[in-house]
């Protein structure tokens, strides 16, 4: 299993660091995918990275602004959100790779999610 912590309000312009940590699975092994999906939208696939960090992947919403990394020998995941704005107020997943396509992650285990609120 997977868990995503590290969110919370924050005003506009202001820092976040999400982390993906597992339980009962190697992450170091798999590419980790992160996810967010605000009210009423569909799961949007915003950032992944390599099992070894030899690749990276950012939507264009967040190309700029977020930054995706991993710490193997502890085996978490990080996506630091940077400039953040109203329009990132999502609950944020991560999720290990099963392929992944044109740089995007294909998910397979998913963790459960946190929230960020982006106040204006």
């Known amino acids: 299993q997977l868990q995503a912590s590290g969110g919370g309000l924050v005003q506009a312009g202001g820092s976040l660091e999400l982390v993906c940590a597992a339980s009962g699975l190697r992450l170091d092994y798999y590419a980790i995918g992160w996810f967010r999906q605000a009210p009423g939208k569909e799961r949007e696939g915003i950032s992944s990275i390599g099992s070894s960090g030899d690749w990276t992947y950012y939507a264009d919403s967040v190309k700029g602004r977020f930054t995706i990394s991993r710490d193997n020998a502890n085996k978490v995941g990080y996506l630091e959100l940077n400039s953040l704005n109203s329009g990132d107020t999502a609950v944020y997943y991560c999720?290990?790779?099963?392929?992944?396509?044109?740089?995007?992650?294909?998910?397979?285990?998913w963790g459960q999610g946190t929230q960020v609120t982006v106040s204006s």
């Open positions: 999720a290990t790779c099963r392929a992944r396509v044109a740089g995007r992650c294909l998910p397979d285990v």
